[in-house]
DNA sequence: ACTATGTAGTGTAACGATTCACTACACAGA
DNA sequence: TCTGTGTAGTGAATCGTTACACTACATAGT
């Protein structure tokens, strides 16, 4: 079938032994360098690759990460993985991907296990099911809002969200969201910052757009009956849609309502209101993520968590800029808006 | 160091060949009801995980696919291969990804042969680097432009996108890309339905933002002095950036310039004015891709290529709709542009 | 009682790469 | 000549799983 180092072998006239030290390049043992040559000559001319089956068999390094996400759903993360996979591409290891929504994430994991990877990198942001990384043979680099290796300070990010749209003078703060039961940390920290400032969210500026089935109504209320002058959401795409429907409305952005968003799509300064938003760093997250692992994978000391601290963007729709703002700061060709470049320490 | 077969067959009092028939579920040999219980039992109980090494070195079948694309600029695909995942994984497939943008994508396939990959899926969308698949010893299954397993008419989409500005009465109509030496089929379409309507684009209608520096000068140009009342741009996040710097010099659209997009990214229709543009039918792409895959795994007949056709997505950035138009049509929670799923026979 | 037929189970040779333990040989120093 | 040291090479066991070829035993048919 295949052509095998014992073919290569053969070839060079020498023993599978000699091949071996040669071809993995392990440099374990002495070759003169006229049998290596023969060897490499009888390899390229064979068409010898290393089956790494053989390899792994004997208790080699897989060089391999098995890479995971529970959740698919949230754009502005949909590049994360390919970072991170090009990120440990580039730390010389393969990447064993899969996409896990509503299927076991365990017999995903153990199927990643059978298969050999040296680590795990798990992205679970949203809804967290039930499992248990403690018995995981290989390390694992966990990534979500809270308690992982790696997280961003998202109750942080929504403070200082609430906490710019206060200090524009704002009192009656809306919050836009999807509302799926669990614990909100978005919401948390809005709530932290109303409360700083004396003002307890009443329960009409809780826009759940979810389950809601009247979201409209839900909003024409909060801005025609109580009073709302600004809109925090839990994310662009929500907060673009809700810029749409206040446009629609006739209701000016940011003049009679402030519009706030989180995620830091490329797309929030294309808006007809170039959008105020939490940046998602991405690269940065990706960039840490591959690096937690390779510590992980050199000492099994215990590492403390990395938690990212968000930054904001300020567009026009908080109120920040005036409408007249003649300088143009883009550019055409640059359309990448997180400034973080994973070229650092 | 890790429970195997010889284990489990000890603890359950059996031979290796009996714990082998039961486990891997081939049901080539019958074992008895007792016997294949107390051997589940065994399993469970020191919690036993096959060897994929083992398994593959024998011959066995990998059940994993090489998924491997050259360029992730493009904002577009950026969940294509998410998709293509998904879909693997509900084949059963394990997916091996690999980003490459620059390097070797011949060495990226050594090293997925290397690992047993049983097909490899590629999506070369952009410029294209010299590599043969002739010699590949396993299927491929090839996502590009143009002479590939699966494509999109992107020369029919650009064409369709000219041709509709054309019958809104425009005559001088431009198109905005980057330069970057290749053959570029969207300008080829472009530029055929301006000769079908008896029109020859003059080269100042070519507006090419890179490598040119002086790009705004080039757009000011076309639009103040060559009379151009159209800009068919390459992709939406061009268009996008072209309609803001438009609106930024004062310049209506669509009344005084339309622009047409391409791509139907998720958010043309926040923008200030909603983008008409040509959809890239990405789900419809990942499960083509896969399902061709399954087809040169089953057989090696040779299969016709499927070529998509484009499908137009008419905002208001054409001139299409007018201003005013009341009725909203669009759902807060359906983010997704594209009417594709990938349920359909 | 003797041969078929079938069921349930075991031993073991692959698969391909690695690496330990070993040999063969040359050459230097005493 | 004998021993020590180094270089260059080989043989064979090993990893975990699979599946072929086999045995042992029971039951059925004549």
Redesign the pocket.
């Known amino acids: 079938?295949?052509?095998?180092?014992?073919?290569?072998?053969r070839h060079a006239?020498?023993?599978?032994?000699?091949?071996?030290?040669v071809?993995?390049g392990?440099g374990?043992?002495?070759?003169?360098?006229?049998?290596?040559a023969r060897i490499f000559a009888a390899a390229t001319q064979l068409g010898?690759?290393?089956?790494?089956?053989?390899?792994?068999?004997?208790?080699?390094k897989s060089r391999s990460i098995g890479v995971l996400e529970n959740n698919r759903s949230i754009p502005v993360f949909s590049e994360l993985m390919q970072l991170v996979c090009k990120e440990l591409a580039f730390l010389d290891y393969q990447t064993l991907y899969q996409v896990v929504d509503g299927g076991s994430l365990q017999a995903v994991i153990d199927e990643f296990i059978s298969r050999g990877v040296e680590g795990i990198i798990i992205a679970d942001y949203g809804f967290t099911p039930q499992y248990s990384l403690e018995h995981c043979p290989v390390p694992t680099v966990l990534f979500r809002s809270f308690d992982a290796d790696v997280s961003v300070d998202i109750e942080a990010g929504a403070y200082r969200a609430a906490r710019h749209l206060l200090e524009h003078g704002h009192r009656n703060i809306a919050y836009l969201y999807p509302d799926t039961g669990g614990t909100d940390l978005k919401l948390r920290g809005y709530r932290r910052a109303l409360a700083e400032a004396g003002i307890e969210a009443v329960d009409s500026w809780l826009l759940k757009i979810f389950p809601t089935p009247h979201w409209r109504e839900v909003i024409d209320r909060a801005v025609d009956v109580d009073g709302v002058t600004a809109i925090c959401a839990s994310c662009d795409d929500y907060a673009a849609k809700l810029m749409r429907y206040l446009s629609f409305r006739g209701i000016r952005v940011p003049d009679d309502v402030a519009v706030f968003g989180y995620d830091g799509m490329r797309y929030v300064e294309d808006l007809a209101v170039p959008l105020s938003t939490v940046i998602q760093p991405v690269e940065r997250i990706a960039y840490l993520l591959c690096r937690r692992m390779m510590e992980k994978l050199e000492s099994s000391l215990s590492i403390p968590p990395v938690i990212l601290a968000p930054e904001l963007y300020l567009g026009r729709s908080c109120g920040c800029r005036p409408q007249s703002k003649p300088a143009i700061d883009w550019s055409i060709l640059s359309l990448a808006l997180n400034p973080q470049t994973h070229t650092e320490s």
Chains 1, 2 share one sequence.
């Not at 006239?13 to 030290?21: F, K, M, P």
């Not at 010898?48 to 080699?60: C, P, Q, T």
Request: hydrophobic share 40%; aromatic share 4%.
């Open positions: 079938m295949s052509v095998t180092l014992k073919d290569v072998a006239n020498v023993g599978v032994s000699a091949a071996s030290y071809l993995s392990s374990l043992h002495k070759v003169s360098e006229a049998t290596r010898y690759r290393v089956n790494h089956a053989g390899r792994m068999l004997h208790g080699g």
